[in-house]
């Protein structure tokens, strides 16, 4: 509820682990199911590209916010918490323009975050603070690991990268991804350095028409396995129309299930030819999506 009174003074500046305590209890119930900052708090504190900042009201903790600088030109903004006591009084809109204006200094050019869909405070306060929406991204997952039989998918070849990244820069689903691809619920810039790692990492599928031409591609990362300690995979980029995504999971599902691989989480930019092929392979879709937002800084 939006406070009747004088509005009091807030004051951001960098975490400490002695406030660890009271920002641990008020993200006790930020979701139905607690909160991950707990797990997160130590390694965020120590990040070298990254920082926390806390608000605080007569010295208390009352919000956090976390930045990391992934690329000289980019930062990303996660973990925006306010107390639910101090709510809609300014917390998170201070918090937000600190985080900024360090990204700045830090040589940043432009900032991003996401959101989901439903998340109504969240939406607001972020229009209020001159974000725009950019892409939309849905994680869609299936436990249904099977062996497939795709016809013209294959892992890319490091001197194949070239080729890739031509089709990328044309595709329409890179467009309308803005370009992004995401590692667990983090979005960044892919740049043909990203690509080529992928590539040299082993981590690219490719699919090919009756030509020989790429006209797909699926980027892949096992984060989701060493953050969340599952056995898991995740998509981190497709792109192609149905019929290419649709043989390209039939690949990524097949070596998935060699590998003894349990769940795949398929993130992917909200494009009807991508999310149709993955529902029909068993992809479950989500009850809302995911808003990238940027700001220019
Ligand atoms: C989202 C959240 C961080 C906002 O924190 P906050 O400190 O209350 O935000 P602010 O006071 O700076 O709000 C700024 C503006 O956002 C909008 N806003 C904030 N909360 C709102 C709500 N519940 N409903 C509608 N608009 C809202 C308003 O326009 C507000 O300005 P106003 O109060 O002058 O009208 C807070 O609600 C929260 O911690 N939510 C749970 C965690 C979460 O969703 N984090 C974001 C993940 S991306």
Not at 132 to 157: G, L
Not at 262 to 291: Q, V, W, Y
């Amino acid at each position: 509820m939006k406070s009747e009174h004088a509005k009091p003074k807030i004051c951001v500046r960098k975490a400490r682990s002695s406030d660890s305590e009271a920002v641990f209890k008020f993200c006790e119930k930020t979701w139905s199911w607690g909160d991950y900052i707990p797990k997160v708090w130590d390694r965020w504190l120590k990040e070298k590209n990254g920082r926390v900042f806390v608000a605080t009201i007569n010295c208390v903790p009352v919000g956090i916010s976390h930045l990391s600088i992934d690329k000289p030109h980019e930062v990303w903004l996660s973990a925006a918490r306010t107390d639910p006591k101090y709510r809609r009084i300014g917390v998170a809109t201070a918090i937000t323009k600190k985080c900024l204006e360090y990204a700045k200094r830090k040589g940043a050019k432009v900032a991003r975050l996401v959101t989901e869909s439903d998340n109504t405070a969240a939406r607001a306060a972020l229009q209020k603070l001159g974000f725009k929406p950019t892409a939309e991204f849905v994680e869609m997952a299936t436990e249904d690991v099977s062996k497939e039989k795709s016809k013209n998918s294959q892992r890319v070849e490091e001197n194949e990268t070239e080729a890739i990244w031509d089709y990328l820069k044309n595709s329409e689903t890179y467009r309308k991804a803005a370009g992004l691809y995401t590692v667990l619920y983090h979005w960044f810039s892919l740049e043909k350095q990203d690509l080529e790692r992928f590539v040299e990492r082993r981590k690219t599928i490719a699919h090919k028409n009756e030509m020989g031409d790429m006209d797909g591609l699926t980027m892949i990362d096992d984060a989701t396995a060493q953050e969340w300690r599952e056995n898991t995979m995740q998509t981190c980029y497709i792109d192609g129309d149905y019929d290419a995504v649709f043989d390209m999971i039939k690949f990524l599902k097949s070596r998935c299930y060699a590998l003894g691989v349990k769940k795949i989480h398929g993130f992917t930019c909200n494009h009807k030819p991508i999310t149709t092929a993955l529902e029909k392979l068993g992809f479950e879709p989500p009850d809302s999506t995911e808003i990238v937002y940027e700001r220019k800084i």
